[in-house]
Nanobody, 130 residues
Framework: QLPLVESGGDLVQPGGSLRLSCTAS????????IGWFRQAPGKGREGVSC????????SYADSVKGRFTISRDHAKNTVYLQMNSLKPEDTAVYYC???????????????????????WGQGTQVTVTV
């Protein structure tokens, strides 16, 4: 089980921005496909974005396309989710997840499914409100 840790969640006003980070202390994320998911109160977990092991392939949920950007910094062993133009409906706990059953996953697809990922972080809260 990868010790994935998310950070960067906060309270922000509509139209604001946040950058979430996902890292794993002591374990390399270099060769793994990473996904971001979110779960709003009373709703199921939704796939938000995915990045391939090399970073060359990304995918997004329609609800965030054009507003969110996923990226990775191999030197820092971190995957980021830059969230711009935030809306109240973006309020949720955000989780990062890693696909560890195989490595060098070169392609991300949409929709982004939970069953494509194996290890999960504990989540970070994002609240968008006036």
């Amino acid at each position: 089980q990868l010790p994935l840790v998310e950070s960067g969640g906060d309270l922000v006003q509509p139209g604001g921005s946040l950058r979430l980070s996902c890292t794993a202390s002591g374990f390399s994320l270099d060769y793994l496909r990473i996904g971001w998911f979110r779960q709003a109160p009373g709703k199921g977990r939704e796939g938000v974005s995915c990045i391939s092991s090399g970073g060359g392939s990304t995918s997004y949920a329609d609800s965030v396309k054009g507003r969110f950007t996923i990226s990775r910094d191999h030197a820092k062993n971190t995957v980021y989710l830059q969230m711009n133009s935030l809306k109240p409906e973006d309020t949720a706990v955000y989780y990062c997840a890693a696909r560890t059953r195989d490595t060098y996953s070169s392609t991300c697809f949409a929709p982004i499914y939970q069953f494509d990922f194996d290890d999960w972080g504990q989540g970070t809260q994002v609240t968008v409100t006036v």
